[in-house]
């Protein structure tokens, strides 16, 4: 079994893990004069709760500066009344880093974007209307879009990258909205660091539970696995 320890110690040490992890990249820009936030919603997709996703994009030229995906408080009856609630969450965004950016002596236009023509209906205009269950607290945005603080457009579907924030997508969607973000998937090597030593120690933990068995299987005598795990991680 002592075999085994040295070997693990060897893996621990020694072992050269390559990981994938998403990084965003910042690409030299000329100074932005607009802050965009895209909006999205996937109506009703909790099965549970039946309550829907939003989701937000802003950006500040081509720098994402934030991304949001939560479940919507209420539920919305209907796919316009979801955008709607989406739009105001992606408005509430756009306002407070245009105000982050007034700090630093930056004026810059707000605007919200969304693939749904009628969530932008509601917006501009006063009132439910026709929607009579629609949540009061949120009619704030038909006040900003009306004064003038802000804007509501449309984007198409396909143009929209907080898509991939609202549901399962297939890969074909998913890096096309990565593209716009822009997140890029780095396959990169882990050697020394905490991450590294933690992933390599359970691999390694993991071979010498193999050769534990395998040897009880062949009738040796050999430790208990868990002192073999305690003296190999000291």
């Known amino acids: 079994i002592w075999d085994s320890v040295a070997i693990e110690i060897t893996i621990y040490d020694c072992c050269e893990c390559f990981i994938s992890r998403v990084v965003q990249r910042f690409h030299q820009q000329d100074m932005p004069t607009e802050l965009v936030c895209y909006s999205d919603s996937d109506h009703a997709g909790c099965l549970t709760t039946r309550k829907s996703t939003s989701s937000s994009c802003c950006f500040w030229g081509r720098h994402l500066l934030r991304s949001s995906s939560t479940t919507q408080a209420v539920i919305a009856l209907s796919t316009g009344e979801a ?25 810059t236009d707000a605007e919200v974007k969304s693939d749904s023509t009628a969530a932008r209906g ?113």
């Not at 917006?123 to 607290?137: A, I, N, Q, T, Y």
Request: proline letters at 1%.
């Open 122 to 234: 509601i917006s501009h205009r006063l009132g439910v209307g026709k929607v009579r269950h629609l949540e009061v607290r949120y009619l704030w945005l038909q006040e900003k879009t009306l004064n003038g603080d802000l804007t509501v457009e449309k984007v198409l579907g396909k143009e929209n990258p907080s898509d991939m924030l609202t549901k399962k997508t297939v890969e074909e969607t998913l890096a096309r909205c990565m593209k716009v973000l822009p997140l890029v998937l780095v396959r990169g090597l882990v050697k020394g660091t905490s991450r590294g030593r933690q992933v390599t120690f359970l691999l390694a933990q993991g071979l010498v539970g193999a050769l534990c068995a395998a040897r009880e299987a062949n009738g040796e005598k050999t430790l208990e696995r868990g002192t073999v795990t305690g003296a190999s991680a000291e």
């Open 83 to 107: 955008e709607f609630y989406a739009q105001g969450k992606g408005a509430a965004y756009a306002l407070l880093l245009r105000q982050v950016l007034q700090e630093f002596g930056l004026e």
